[in-house]
């Protein structure tokens, strides 16, 4: 079956830095769009960027827009979402989860998420 497993949160200071990676495995990866979702505390899980399974297109939540990257390498099975100048704002624990891009929202397969917090 469908596995995602991310890594790379952590604690980190405003305008600071992380690369979040998330590992596929169960699944042809390239055949997939790839988005990351984060759900900050007392709060519902939402979007924050998506790629297309070729890698040419991308998608971002205008809170991150100019902020985060998103790139994948079908050869890893692995996306990534670079996360540039954080603000406390961006403090959730974050997922990965193959999307459907018509609507931005998960196909339903959740990684267990790695929490990032961002400390003012």
């Known amino acids: 079956q469908v596995q995602l497993v991310e890594s790379g949160g952590g604690l980190v200071q405003a305008g600071g830095s992380l690369r979040l990676s998330c590992a596929a495995s169960?699944?042809?990866?390239?055949?997939?769009?790839m988005g990351w979702f984060r759900q900050a505390p007392g709060k519902e899980r939402e979007f924050v960027a998506a790629?297309?399974?070729?890698?040419?297109?991308?998608n971002y939540a205008d809170s991150v827009k100019g902020r985060f990257t998103i790139s994948r390498d079908n050869a890893k099975n692995t996306v990534y979402l670079q996360m540039n100048s954080l603000k406390p704002e961006d403090t959730a624990v974050y997922y990965c989860a193959t999307v459907l891009w018509s609507a931005m929202t998960s196909l339903g397969s959740w990684g267990q998420g790695t929490k990032v917090t961002v400390s003012s």
């Open positions: 790629i297309a399974w070729t890698g040419g297109k991308t």
């Open positions: 169960g699944m042809t990866f390239s055949s997939y769009n």
